[in-house]
């Protein structure tokens, strides 16, 4: 197992990684028919359009890569982030299910949307934990089919993120400790309540939902892999529990069997549970506040399912500081990396920071085969989620960025 290190910031090439394997774990827990009827749901939701992909061509020529490719999710349903198309999907599918176990009929999305079944949806409570993104998707998912919501979350969730999930009409429940304290209050509560969990990451004997969210994930995958324009050969994917990273690899390695893109997965150096697993050889909790700027990614436990995924398909595991994340999105809002102004939140700037590590530290570059050549497919995750903070970071508003 080799190791790298580069100041804060660390790189592990994972020794298991296959990631030419066809029929592989990417292409069973997460599968072809699964993108299907995700995108056959969520492309009919109201305000359902691609978000673009941005070229960062002067980061590019900065980096001395060939290409840089941005999926910008900061108008993605007017949830800004990628996180809508998971937690609300899995709302919606979990709806459908109950209706026809009590009914007896095949409701479809159509129907939720025409609040035919209110009698059965509006007795039905759905809840989750979260950092903020996924639980404003679960959140509105239930406001949109007329379920009712309660959101938990932990004490170092910002209050703008807190506000930003009760618009939705969800009942938020501050819990004490950290993200993963905030999944075990919310399954504790929802066993004695009667209540369905809507939760991002698998445990054991939870499997269903987090496969649901991450399906409605490679919608966007998809969209991405359909938008660019040359074959991409590198990826750099931002961790927490997994769901994003193994979404990125299903739908990559269901829609490409050879050639595929050198995948690395980016955590912050106080939360890498994935990185720990893989290093150990085994499941691995990290313990303590896992406090960090990349609030979305702040996750001691892994996802089992992402974790399966993820130790057969990626071949690089990177932690990496906070010090990288507000330079990154000062960058990207300035114009620094491209002739667009993006707005990219703390979270959102991950994997972009695990490239630019990689490709200024020579000894990631040549662990991950980084030269004038590669093509690099990147997801931004999240807008200015947080407003407040998101312009004491850059110094102006997301909607002062976009108008530059």
């Not at 028919?33 to 492309?43: C, L, P, R």
């Not at 290409?67 to 993605?76: L, V």
């Not at 309540?193 to 939870?206: A, E, K, L, R």
């Not at 529990?241 to 955590?267: D, Y």
Request: a negative charge; proline letters at 4%.
């Amino acid at each position: 197992m080799q190791i790298f290190e580069a100041g804060e910031a660390k790189l592990l090439i994972n020794p298991k990684a296959e990631p030419d394997k066809i029929g592989g774990a990417a292409e069973t827990v997460l599968n072809e028919e699964g993108f299907k009827a995700a995108y056959a749901e969520i492309s009919t939701w109201p305000g359902y359009k691609e978000t673009p992909l941005v070229s960062l061509d002067k980061y590019a020529k900065k980096l001395g890569v060939k290409a840089i490719y941005y999926k910008d999710e900061s108008t993605r349903f007017g949830l800004d982030s990628f996180k809508a198309l998971g937690g609300a999907y899995a709302v919606c599918r979990l709806l459908l299910n109950k209706i026809r176990e009590i009914a007896g009929e095949k409701a479809t999305t159509k129907d939720l949307l025409d609040h035919k079944y209110d009698d059965i949806v509006s007795k039905i409570t759905v809840c989750s934990a979260t950092d903020g993104n996924h639980g404003r998707s679960v959140a509105w998912g239930a406001q949109m089919f007329g379920a009712k919501c309660v959101i938990y979350i932990h004490a170092g969730v910002s209050e703008g993120r807190k506000e930003a999930i009760e618009k939705y009409g969800a009942k938020v429940i501050r819990c004490n400790g950290n993200y993963d304290d905030s999944v075990h209050d919310c399954a504790d509560d929802a066993a004695k309540n009667g209540w369905f969990v809507i939760s991002d990451t698998s445990y054991p004997g939870y499997m269903e939902v987090p496969c649901d969210v991450m399906h409605g994930y490679t919608v966007m995958v998809n969209e991405a892999l359909e938008q660019i324009p040359e074959h991409p050969t590198h990826t750099f994917v931002q961790g927490g529990v997994g769901g994003l990273a193994a979404a990125v690899s299903s739908r990559i390695c269901c829609r490409m069997h050879k050639n595929r893109p050198l995948f690395t997965t980016v955590e912050p150096k106080n939360a890498d549970c994935l990185y720990a697993s893989i290093k150990n050889d085994e499941y691995t909790v990290i313990h303590g506040d896992l406090e960090t700027i990349m609030a979305g990614l702040s996750c001691g436990e892994p996802s089992l399912l992402a974790l399966e995924i993820l130790k057969e398909y990626s071949t690089g595991f990177m932690t990496i500081p906070d010090t990288l994340i507000p330079v990154m999105m000062r960058d990207l809002a300035n114009k620094e990396c491209a002739d667009t102004p993006v707005v990219s939140g703390e979270s959102g700037v991950s994997g972009l920071a695990g490239l630019v590590t990689a490709c200024e530290n020579p000894e990631f570059r040549k662990a991950l085969k980084l030269d004038e050549n590669s093509v690099v497919l990147l997801f931004s995750s999240e807008g200015a989620t947080d407003p407040a903070m998101y312009k004491e970071i850059v110094g102006k508003s997301a909607q002062d960025v976009v108008k530059a």
